[in-house]
């Protein structure tokens, strides 16, 4: 029973980037698919597996820090562009609705928030992995509290998305990401 709940532990602190982040989205008025929800955990749940099976000889190459790093300024780089995006489309206005309102997340979205909630994870993997906690477990955990995180966040998003709010969720949505991963490089 400790090794669950350690798993439960360690996956709710290397998942809990998904919360804002689907809130973000949700803000958006996007939708995060099933589909999409699935890949990201998917995604998510076998970096940090083979973070942790390859445990010590990782470390060696990607230090922890470093893939700390890396997933960050891949959120980062995922804010600015779709800051980018909201400047090009010129959003602020207050008749029009976000830029992206009522669409879902592509698969290339998905694959890109994917990639850079994965290598976030891998270091929290590699550490798991050297204090002993089980694969099977950990990765099993990871992946249900992403899913529930990422999903939740975007509803919480949605519901607060609207009103004055709502003309700038696009703007708002961006800063969080970047934000986050301006953050989470510093903790």
Not at 44 to 59: C, F, N, Q
Request: aromatic share 6%; net charge positive.
């Amino acid at each position: 029973m400790a090794q669950w709940i350690s798993a439960c532990l360690f996956a709710l602190s290397a998942n809990i980037d998904n919360f804002p982040i689907g809130i973000a989205y949700g803000l958006r008025g996007m939708r995060i698919g099933a589909g999409g929800n699935l890949l990201i955990a998917c995604l998510t749940s076998l970096g940090t597996a083979a973070a942790m099976l390859l445990g010590g000889g990782l470390a060696r190459l990607i230090p922890p820090d470093t893939a700390n790093a890396l997933g960050c300024m891949l959120l980062v780089l995922m804010g600015l562009w779709m800051l980018y995006r909201e400047a090009q489309g010129g959003i602020g206005a207050p008749e029009q609705p976000p830029a992206d309102a009522g669409t879902r997340l592509g698969l290339r979205e998905s694959a890109a928030l994917a990639a850079a909630l994965m290598v976030n994870n891998m270091g929290f993997g590699v550490g798991a992995r050297i204090t002993g906690l089980s694969i099977v477990k950990t990765t099993a955990c990871t992946f249900v509290c992403s899913l529930i995180l990422l999903a939740g966040g975007a509803a919480v998003g949605r519901r607060f998305g609207g009103g004055h709010l709502g003309r700038y969720a696009g703007v708002c949505s961006a800063a969080l990401i970047v934000a986050l991963g301006v953050y989470e490089l510093f903790i």
